[in-house]
């Protein structure tokens, strides 16, 4: 009997093996036309300086396919080899600044230390990261928190990564469970981008509309969302915070970084 654990096991090792055609994917998102179509699904925003022609060259490469919902990634490991080689250069190093004390002594996870570690990192680090992710460097909020809970998660964890063409939203989903911890958990995670033309509380009520819809198809254990602020003018002690919000039957918790 072939089962979901087995199907995700043999995904995972694909991914890793790097097979030819998989590197030929990676060199692709260097090109210009490519980055003028991905880069905007990856942070959430139109494409404006992409144009049709730019959007059916990635289609012919195989890169995204056409649905009802608009342009998306063509399959689920693409979606996963996309922000992982965006960030291979720096992914290592999550390895040595990190330990792993989100993982309690019965192997469960601890979801709420694991973003607040992540809030520590980003505001000591960010503008370091940024620089490293050469052609994407607007994309840093969303690539270096893939790129961090890829690293939580290998071995122990799946990453699920929902985005496409102007859906204006990263749906993110782990879920860790047995046999290293007593029960599954399914932790979903919204990103945001909050630019200084956006309001925040429409922002934030954006979010908590999506992030609820995501979490009922998934039937999370736990729901986050991140709200990243790239306001130049605004300093940290005005970025960080931390909210708490009970809506249908779900506790969100929303984080300011």
């Not at 060199?27 to 730019?54: C, G, H, Q, W, Y």
Request: hydrophobic content about 35%; glycine content about 4%.
């Amino acid at each position: 009997v072939i089962t979901t654990d087995m199907m995700e096991e043999a995904r995972n090792n694909l991914v890793i093996s790097r097979a030819t055609h998989l590197d030929q994917l990676a060199f692709r998102l260097t090109e210009d036309r490519v980055k003028k179509v991905i880069l905007p699904m990856i942070n959430n925003e139109e494409s404006i300086a992409a144009d049709e022609d730019d959007r059916q060259y990635c289609i012919d490469l195989g890169l995204l396919k056409k649905t009802p919902h608009g342009l998306e990634i063509l399959n689920p490991i693409y979606s996963e080899i996309i922000p992982r080689e965006l960030t291979t250069s720096r992914q290592e190093y999550f390895l040595s600044y990190f330990k792993p004390d989100w993982i309690r002594g019965d192997g469960s996870l601890d979801s709420d230390l694991l973003v607040r570690m992540f809030v520590t990192f980003w505001r000591e680090n960010s503008k370091i990261w940024a620089s490293h992710i050469s052609g994407y460097e607007v994309a840093a909020p969303h690539l270096v928190f893939q790129a961090f809970l890829q690293r939580v998660a290998n071995g122990n964890g799946t990453v699920y990564r929902e985005y496409g063409l102007n859906r204006g939203r990263t749906d993110l989903m782990l879920k860790w469970g047995k046999p290293f911890a007593p029960e599954e958990q399914r932790i979903v995670i919204e990103l945001k981008v909050l630019r200084p033309k956006d309001g925040l509380e429409s922002k934030k009520k954006q979010a908590i509309e999506q992030t609820l819809e995501y979490a009922k198809d998934c039937e999370a254990t736990a729901v986050y969302i991140l709200i990243f602020d790239r306001d130049k003018t605004h300093d940290w002690d005005n970025k960080i915070y931390e909210e708490t919000l009970q809506a249908d039957n779900y506790t969100i918790k929303i984080h300011g970084l």
